[in-house]
């Protein structure tokens, strides 16, 4: 199984889920990975206060590299979670067919269909990247209790 988490830049919130959902797996047996909509980042590593707030929980972000997403990692990866529906919107205009576009969701709506925007905390003061974090870990309980059965 093959997971992606997409949000814009690629160095706030995807990291983020990256990080979050890889420490709740079984990396042997799930690949979890990360891109941005935009190529603002790519090469970069994630946002310093992303970083921080994974650190205080005990997981290490500071390795991973920004990317963009690609309409191959249609083919790479079997769901692909956006962090918004702004993000959700711009991977589903690249999606080729239904086949691609069935493999995208919005992250959040493993908790709520309602409520299913993580915002983006780039603009936000510190508290900002945990109150992402605690949406981010509880979404990413339920995917990894789905994943490892």
Do not use: W
Not at 34 to 48: E, K, M, R
Not at 96 to 125: M, T
């Amino acid at each position: 199984m093959n997971v992606l988490m997409v949000c814009l830049g690629n160095i706030c919130r995807s990291p983020l889920a990256e990080g979050i959902l890889k420490s709740k797996i079984s990396t042997s047996n799930v690949h979890v990975d990360s891109a941005g909509t935009g190529g603002y980042h790519i090469g970069n590593a994630p946002d310093p206060r992303s970083i921080k707030v994974a650190k205080e929980h005990g997981i290490d972000i500071s390795s991973q590299v920004c990317r963009k997403f690609v309409v191959s990692d249609f083919d790479a990866f079997d769901i692909i979670y956006a962090m918004d529906k702004s993000n959700y919107g711009n991977i589903i205009k690249l999606a080729r067919n239904k086949i691609d576009a069935d493999k995208v969701k919005l992250l959040l709506n493993e908790i709520s269909p309602i409520d299913n925007e993580v915002p983006d905390p780039y603009y936000d003061a510190e508290d900002g990247f945990e109150n992402v974090f605690q949406m981010i870990d509880q979404a990413c309980d339920i995917i990894a209790a789905r994943l490892e059965k």
